[in-house]
């Protein structure tokens, strides 16, 4: 097996493997460096910018690595990013931030993988070093380069966040205890295994005084997550002057599903359903609905508009009515429920009478 794996412009690239981290202990960079000394300023703002990255394009971009300096600075701003995130201590940050350095590591390994830098043997190696790492079971089918197998049990563990109906046992040809996957297929659970390994330990417990010291990093991010969320809602738009498609107005279960969504978390199928429907209901457009499901962590645009048109009622169906309220309760959908919930026994109904509680407001405070 060539040593890819081993070398610093490659672990700056995958910096949350165990060699990774081994090698920031053997650099001897302390903590007190990484944080106080203008040697590391550079990873320190690389590693703000993992974060911001994270916050607006839900992805980290990759750099091209040209020397061992650029690798060091890249390798060290991964655990600065670490102590960041910790130190915000913003639950659903830490969840985006994840999901973006393992969508980031996909992509990098899909890429990898189909180059293999100079082999199809490294290519090969690349995916062998991966299931090591994460201890799944996998072997190439004999004489094949694209097709693997992996244990159930090995699959199961990585793919209960995986929604879509392909990710399904039943769907996967099970044999001998063993299913087949296409690399590609591999390469995706693999996302689910660093995603779930990066998020394992954050927050950090991070002492006050470190938190402090590294304020003014911090105090930037904050800024761009109030940003990200205080931006105005999904498109929606005013008409004739009356507000019909209103964020503010919209019951907590849509709006728990819809801020989930937005973060990147996986939403369940019910979930998406009852939002999809209620959001198709008040006049959204399809485009502007496959639009909020784009930071889903398994995303394909193909499926999500099948799904969108089907529930639409598109190609001669009947378009679906958002489920009642005693439908999302059952279905445990109903949550974060507040004095108007009480009033209402449907999403809709909800949302019709806090638009119209808030247009008499506004008209009061007009008088
Ligand atoms: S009571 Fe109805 S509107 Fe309120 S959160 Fe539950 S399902 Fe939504």
Redesign the pocket.
């Known amino acids: 097996m060539t040593e890819w794996h081993a070398e610093p412009a490659h672990l700056c690239l995958y910096p949350f493997l165990s060699a990774a981290s081994k090698s920031v202990e053997e650099s001897g960079v302390t903590l007190e460096d990484l944080i106080t000394s203008a040697v590391f300023e550079r990873a320190r703002l690389r590693g703000k910018s993992r974060i911001t990255e994270a916050i607006k394009e839900g992805t980290i971009r990759k750099p091209v690595i040209i020397s061992d300096a650029q690798a060091e600075m890249e390798l060290l701003s991964y655990p600065f990013a670490r102590i960041l995130v910790s130190c915000i201590g913003d639950e659903r940050l830490v969840r985006r931030y994840a999901l973006s350095e393992a969508k980031a590591a996909h992509e990098k390994l899909l890429d990898d993988s189909r180059r293999g830098g100079s082999s199809a043997s490294a290519s090969a190696n690349i995916i062998y070093k991966m299931s090591e790492e994460f201890s799944i079971r996998m072997d190439f089918l004999a004489g094949e380069r694209e097709q693997v197998q992996v244990p159930f049990v090995d699959y199961l563990r990585f793919t209960t966040n995986l929604r879509d109906k392909r990710w399904k046992l039943v769907n996967r040809g099970l044999g001998k205890g063993k299913l087949k996957l296409r690399k590609a297929e591999f390469v995706r659970i693999v996302q689910e295994a660093i995603y779930e390994r990066i998020k394992k330990d954050l927050p950090l417990d991070v002492p006050e005084d470190i938190c402090k010291a590294i304020s003014r990093y911090t105090e930037d991010i904050k800024h761009e997550l109030e940003e990200m969320r205080n931006a105005a809602g999904y498109g929606f738009e005013l008409d004739s002057g009356v507000v019909v498609k209103d964020p503010s107005c919209f019951?907590?279960?849509i709006s728990y599903v819809l801020s989930n969504l937005k973060e990147g978390v996986n939403v369940p199928h019910g979930a998406r359903f009852a939002v999809t429907a209620f959001l198709l209901n008040i006049g959204l457009s399809e485009e502007e609905i496959i639009g909020i499901y784009r930071h889903s962590p398994d995303f394909d645009e193909e499926r999500t508009r099948y799904q969108v048109e089907h529930i639409a009622g598109d190609k001669g169906g009947v378009q679906y009515t958002a489920p009642s309220?005693d439908t999302?309760?059952t279905y445990g959908n109903?949550?974060?429920?507040d004095e108007i919930?009480e009033k209402?026994s449907h999403?809709l109904n909800?949302y019709k009478f806090k638009l119209k509680l808030k247009q008499k407001q506004e008209q009061e405070q007009k008088k």
């Open positions: 019951p907590p279960c309220c999302m309760r109903c949550v974060e429920t919930c209402v999403p909800y």
